[in-house]
Each structure stands twice: as C-alpha cells, then as structure tokens.
C-alpha cells in the first residue's frame, strides 16, 4: 500500500451518534459529553473555548452570529444583537413590565400571548432565538466528537415554571434535537460531582447564575440523589447585580457630564461591558475603574469603585438569595448543622460576598472544585449518560418546585400536587357536571403557592367532553400528571365505561402544538442552509490550508522543478479555487476543486517532501525546541 | 410488574391503595427509614430514567407506575398521611371527620385569644413581639404533641386490632385526625405570624 502524499486533509469525521448535556444559560451556554472512561468533559472550540455567549447578532433581520462572533458585534451594533434571551422564555409582555428599561430590545406580544422580540422585519420568539444557541452548541459537539449528535439533555433552572420548560424543550427540537430529559440546573450540578468518597449524605446546591438563583437539597444514599427541597427566585442573578451598577454609571454620566442615555442601545452596550469587566475584576481584586466612552464624548468619564463599596450596593440582592436557603431547609425539615456538603453553581458565585454569605448561613466552606460554569453542563452530561443505559448506578429523583392546582369556586386555588413532591408525581381528581345535558367541564390549571387564582401562574385551560346527561350523572376521572422533566401532562377517562376521553390542553403561556410544528418546518429549511453554511465554511477553511501550502511549494526550490505544462495545471486549478471562494460556490463545488488542485499539486507535493527529508537526512535542521538547559 | 412470558413493563393497577402499590401491610406505624428503602427499590425498577430505550408503550407503563409508587410514597410517609389513608381505605372521608369531632366550646375559647393574640403581632402593636409569639407557639406546639401521642396510641391499637375491635379503634383515629386537621390550621397560621414577625434580634454581643 502505497503512502498517499498530498496537501488536503485526507481524514474525515466518521459517523457516530452521540449524546450530550447542554447547560443553557443566560450568559453563556455550554456543551458536554461523557468520554470513553466513563468522565464527563466539556466540549470545546478547536481554540479551546468551552463557553458559548448566549447572544445572537443579526444582519438584515436574519441570524447572523451566534456565540462570540454575535458578543463581540453586540458592541459594535448593538441594535442587531439580542442577549439574556433565557429570561424571556416561556414569558408573555405582560410579565416583563418592570423589568423592560434592562432589555434595549423592540419586545412585542398581547396579554398572554408568546413575547416576541423585533429584528428589522421580522419577530422572534424566545424559543426560536434559543434553538439558534442550542443549534450553535449542537454543531460543536459534533465537530468535537466527530459526529452527529441527535440526544441532548438541557437543563433549566430549578424554579422555572411548566411554561418555561415546555419553551425550553421546544427550542432543543427546533434545533433538530430529540430532549430526552429538562433537568435541573442545581440537581445536574450535584451529579457532577458525583457520589465524591462516601456513599451517603446531604448536600445543598447554591446555584447564583446570570439570570436566576436557585437553591436544592440533596439526599444521596445508594446512588441515589433525591431532591429534598428546592426554592428559588427565577428574576434574580448576576444580570441585576449589573443593571444596579449600570444605574449608577447612568446617574453618573447624567450628573457629571449631563448626558441622556435612557434608550440608547449603543450605550446601554458600551455601560454593561463595562460594568461587567469591573465586577469580574473585583472578585480579585481591591478596587476596579469603570471607564465608559460613549458617541460624542471627548474624554471618558470614569469612576472607581472598591470591593467595601460595591458589597454595600449588591448586599440586599445576595441577602435575597438566603431567604430560599432557608425557606429549602425548612422544607427539607433540616438545619444547617444536617448538611455535610455545599456546592457552589454559576458565574456570581465567583464573588467574595456571595460565598462569604454562603458560608455564614450553612456554617462550612462551600465546595468550588469544580468551575461553578461548568458543572452545570457535566452534570447534564453525566444524565444524558444514564438515560442511554450507559449507567446504572446512578438515580436522579427530582421534585416539581411549584405547587400544581386547579381553579375551584370562588377564584380559589385548590392545590392537586404540592410543591417539592418528587416526580414524575400524579393527582385524580373527579369531575360531573352541575347542569342537565352539560357537554363539556372546563378546567384551568395553575401553578403557584398562593391561595387565590388571581395570585398564582396560569398554565392551561381545558374541556373534558363529556356526553350529554342529567347533570351530576356524568363521572369524568381527569389525572393531572408531571413528568420527570416537570411538564404537566393531562389525561381523562370516563369512571362509568373506562374510555379514555382525549384533552386538548392550550397553553396559557407559551405555545401551542401547532405553532412548534410551523416553526419546526420552518427551523428544518433553515437547517438545511445551517448545514450548506457549515458545510462552506470547513471546505474554505480546508481550501486556505492547501492554497497557502501549494503556493509556498510553488515559491520554493521544488517549485522551480516543475515542467512548464505541469506548472500551468497547478495555476489553472489555484485559479479555478479562487473563483469558487470568491463566487461563494457552494460547498460541493469549492471541495471539487480542492480535490482538482491536490491532484494537480500531487507531484509538487512529493518534491517538497523530498526537500523536507533531504534537508533532514543532511543534519542541518536539528529541532531547536529539544536543546536542553 | 412485569409479564412472566416476554419481561416487558406491565401497566399499574388502577385504584390500588397506596401500602398495595408499595406491596406494604396496611400499617399505621412502620419505620419510616423501611419504608423511604422500598420507595427507592420501586423507584430503582421502574423509574423512566431506566427505561428510556425502552418501546413507547413500556416507556408509558414506566412512567405512570413511577408516578403511583412516588405518590403512594407520598401519602405514606409520614404519621399522619398514613393515618389519612388507613381512614380513607375503611370509607372515611375528611367530611365524616368533621361530624365525628367537633372543638368543645373551652378550646374555641382558647382559640379565639390565640387567634387576638396573632392579629395583635400581625398589626405589629406587640412591643415585645418575640416573646409573646414564644409564649403563643408553645401553646399550640403543645396540642400537635397531644394529637400525635393519640395518634401513635390508637395507631399502634388499630395495627394489632382484630376484625371484631377494628371500628372502634378506627372512629379514635378518626377524631384524632379531625384534631390535627382543626391545630394544624392553627399552625400555619402561627408559621405565617412568625415570618411576619421575623427573626429574633441577634443578642448583643454577637456582632463586633
């Protein structure tokens, strides 16, 4: 067998199916998988980055950049960049009333219709703009491992509601994955670090992110991780410890230099980077400088900010956070004094006040082994790995973190499923009608801890059909049932024949069956055009490399012994790649003449080869890295 | 659980009691820890998680047994939810409780200055609010003590009771379980003034 010498690459990413857990946040998402050994490891970048920034930019209305191509463009355009989409998902207009001055997007949507963000002339929803992350993070495990990936396992936060799960499960599918389970951010984190060296215990996980701040209870015995308790705040994160300070660089800038930048994307996007380098800074730091230069300017204005002053400014949000710590404990019935173990999850958890709080309040040094942005994702990893039968030694039990109710006479919530119950959990609850010849029994269902519908999270709406009798005659069993991913799912039958009665279940919040379908067709022609781009892009890059090499070969004394007609070849099919490069031919045209210019170069090649050794074989080019000290 | 002939996932039994679906005597007293240790073996056998590659109908059975066993586990997992379900699995409902016990006129009195003195330390007028929320809560601390100890009596009566005595011991359950409802409302209550209240000041000293 002859050896083949050319300038392309020769080996190609064989088919392989893998799955993987994504940790999608509100920053910044990753991707990981477990290895050959058993070892979950993040996937990563062939630079080595293992985060993706969850931001998108677009061009023309149309994604454009996703990750840190889009974060660096949100600071050039920042009006075509949409960032902390997380916070928006499963969300109606309506529930981001107080929180609109902190999103310079166009957000659109009637009562408790789906938010959608405005670009130029088309609307996203949340779900869409997420998939195009999730998308983005698919097409780097499978560039990593060298293979479709088709499995995933997402995780959300521990608090987030039916409407945000069902979002967030919908976006996995319009990024062509098949979610095989939402799990829990804190939950993942614990299964990350695993049974450690013992085979029993109580952990709490502290999960500060970008967005949200979540807080579990964890029995583990046997290998099993039963979730005792969970509680939470999904409007409280790292991004408001950031607009707390980009407040004051605005009252600053207002005071000082008299400039307006109340709904100005530029400079909302010029304060925030800026904000955000000085709060990371001061996690090491004594002191950090907040410097911002906006349009127009001359000098930047510029403020200092010491570790003492900004504990006192972000000191009642981290005390927000220990108030579900406690409220956990409770409902775990245990004290401080009962947990053998804390884990730190999430960017803000880098923060000297935070973990001195953390530390305080359970009264042991919280665990940080693990990077607090990566275990989220390895937990998931090591998830997606027991849902494949991969393992079997491992057992996560979940709980629902809001109770599951019904409306009952007088706007009163009846609750059916109590939080923190483990699931997938299930309640009956029969129905009969109170007027003769009735045909249908509506029911709405809710989630929340309050006594009264008017207080809690509308979920769905729903008739049961039922046939036409005199009323209370009819005897319908509806069951009420979460899921291990923590989504509601509803079935009827009727008690007297045992036929089961099919529910169609509209979504208060979020969308409907139909509208995932439109977008998934939708999403299929667009990963169509994903796959030619991607596609393009690695036969460029594959191009560039030969390009650049034969050139060089042309260039060197090998060059010099090719043949006139052989020389004109090698042109010819340089020539040719250009103008495929040039033309944005697709994929399979720029690879065609790729293949045309090796062969043209193959004898070019072998000289250089010659040299190469030649030179080697002479002794004259001793490797320099290998002399010693 | 599973067919005999092809080992594939069988669906639950519907309207099984909640001790059945755990494949546990109806038992008023158990030791909890057994029986958290069965809710896991169930769990272990039939959770989706290991049944994920499994066909959909088997995936379907998976999840709805995983479902019954959680809930079961639920409603029996602690003194009073097993009480509950011994009186539902005999026919009594919490509207039979009601009949079978009603407070006596000197422990409505009672209530009733428990019930002022919450409102007071609600309207935050108390000056010294700890102290008088203390004194409340031990009250009432006091009477979820009693209902239990009765609990536990006619529990461990009801578990040795033979058909003849099983009736009576179950009509004392009954009461017992009418009272916990009525102090356990009391409770909440007391829980909600407590964090309306909030924590005890730190003592001096403790600071600096």
């Not at chain 1, 509308?458 to 009819?474: D, K, N, Q, V, Y």
């Not at chain 2, 069965?38 to 379907?60: K, V």
């Amino acid at each position: 067998m002859g050896i083949e010498v050319g300038f392309g690459r020769s080996q190609r990413p064989t088919e392989r199916p893998r799955v993987v857990g994504i940790d999608l946040g509100t920053t910044n998402s990753l991707v990981a998988s477990v290895g050959e050994a058993g070892e979950p490891v993040l996937l990563r970048d062939p630079q080595g980055g293992g985060v993706v920034p969850s931001i998108l930019a677009f061009r023309d209305g149309e994604v454009d950049a996703v990750g840190e191509p889009a974060r660096r463009r949100l600071l050039e355009d920042p009006e075509n960049a949409v960032y902390s989409v997380k916070r928006l998902m499963g969300r109606a207009l309506e529930d981001m009333e107080s929180q609109r001055r902190h999103f310079p997007f166009a957000l659109e949507g009637e009562g408790t219709s789906v938010i959608r963000i405005r670009m130029g002339e088309r609307t996203y929803t949340p779900t869409e703009l997420s998939s195009h992350v999730l998308r983005e993070l698919r097409g780097r495990a499978e560039e990593a491992l060298g293979g479709a990936v088709q499995k995933a396992v997402i995780t959300v936060p521990a608090h987030f509601d039916d409407a945000q799960r069902q979002a967030t499960r919908d976006a996995g599918k319009l990024a062509g994955l098949e979610v095989l389970r939402i799990i829990n951010e804190p939950t993942a984190a614990a299964l990350a670090y695993g049974l450690g060296d013992r085979d029993r215990g109580v952990v709490a996980v502290y999960d500060f992110g970008g967005g949200t701040f979540d807080v579990s209870i964890l029995r583990i015995r046997g290998g099993v991780f039963e979730v005792l308790s969970t509680a939470g705040d999904t409007y409280l994160g790292g991004d408001d410890i950031d607009n707390r300070l980009m407040d004051d660089v605005r009252a600053g800038l207002e005071d000082e230099r008299g400039v307006q930048v109340a709904g100005d994307a530029d400079a909302h996007a010029v304060i925030r980077e800026a904000v955000t380098a000085a709060k990371i800074a001061l996690s090491s730091d004594p002191e950090a400088t907040i410097s911002v230069q906006l349009k127009g300017m001359e000098t930047p204005w510029s403020t200092t900010l010491t570790r003492a002053e900004f504990e006192g400014r972000i000191g009642d949000l981290v005390e927000r956070t220990l108030g579900p710590c406690r409220q956990a404990m409770v409902d775990a019935e245990i004290g401080p004094e009962d947990i053998d173990d804390v884990i730190l999850v999430g960017g803000s958890t880098r923060i000297p006040l935070v973990r001195r709080s953390v530390e305080t309040l359970f009264g042991r040094t919280p665990h940080c082994e693990i990077d607090p942005d990566e275990v989220v994702a390895l937990g998931a990893a090591v998830q997606a790995d027991v849902l494949v039968g991969g393992r079997r030694d491992l057992l996560l039990l979940d709980v629902t973190p809001l109770s599951l109710g019904i409306e009952t006479m007088g706007g009163v919530l009846s609750k059916l499923i109590h939080r923190n119950s483990t699931i997938p959990a299930s309640a009956m609850e029969e129905f009969t009608t109170s007027v003769d010849g009735q045909t249908g029994v509506d029911i709405h269902v809710l989630q929340g801890e309050r006594e009264f519908v008017a207080d809690s999270r509308s979920l769905a709406r729903f008739t049961i059909p039922i046939e036409s009798m005199p009323a209370g005659i009819p005897r319908v069993a509806v069951r009420f049932m979460i899921d291990a991913n923590g989504i509601l799912n509803v079935s009827a039958v009727d008690v007297r024949t045992g036929r089961e009665r099919s529910v169609d279940v509209k979504p208060t919040y979020g969308l409907t069956d139909d509208e995932v379908e439109t977008m998934l067709m939708d999403a299929l022609n667009h990963a169509e055009e994903d796959m030619e781009r991607r596609l393009r892009v690695e036969a460029c890059q594959e191009a560039d490399g030969v390009l650049e090499a034969v050139e060089k070969g042309l260039d060197s004394p090998a060059g010099g012994a090719l043949g006139g007609e052989e020389r004109a070849a090698i042109d010819g099919a340089v020539e040719a790649l250009k103008a495929a490069i040039a033309g944005e031919e697709k994929a399979s045209i720029v690879r065609a003449r790729v293949d045309a210019l090796n062969d043209a170069s193959k004898r070019l090649a072998h000289l250089v080869m010659d040299a190469a050794l030649g030179k080697l074989s002479a002794g004259d080019a001793a490797p320099s890295e290998q002399s010693g000290t | 659980m599973n067919c005999t002939a092809c080992g594939a996932l069988q669906p639950p039994q519907q309207g099984a009691n909640s001790f059945e679906v755990l494949g546990l005597p109806v038992r008023v007293l158990v030791d909890e820890e057994a029986l958290s240790t069965r809710h896991l073996e169930l769990t272990r056998a039939l959770h989706p998680d290991f049944h994920g590659e499994a066909s959909p109908t088997e995936q379907a059975h998976s999840l709805a047994w995983s479902s019954q066993v959680n809930d079961a586990h639920r409603s029996v997992r602690t003194l009073v939810g097993r009480v509950g379900e011994v009186l539902a699995i005999h026919g009594r409902s919490m509207e039979t409780a009601e009949t079978a016990w009603r407070p006596p006129q000197d422990l409505l009195m009672e209530v009733f200055e428990i019930n002022e003195g919450l409102d007071e330390l609600e309207s935050g007028s108390v000056e010294n609010a700890h102290q008088a929320l203390g004194s409340l809560e031990s009250i009432v601390q006091g009477w979820k003590e009693d209902v239990r100890t009765g609990m536990v009596s006619h529990g461990e009566a009801w578990d040795v009771a033979d058909e003849l005595s099983r009736e009576g011991v179950l009509d004392q359950l009954l009461v017992e379980y009418a009272r916990h409802s009525y102090v356990a409302n009391l409770w909440s209550r007391v829980e909600r003034v407590k964090r309306s209240v909030g924590a005890p000041p730190e003592r001096a000293g403790e600071e600096s």
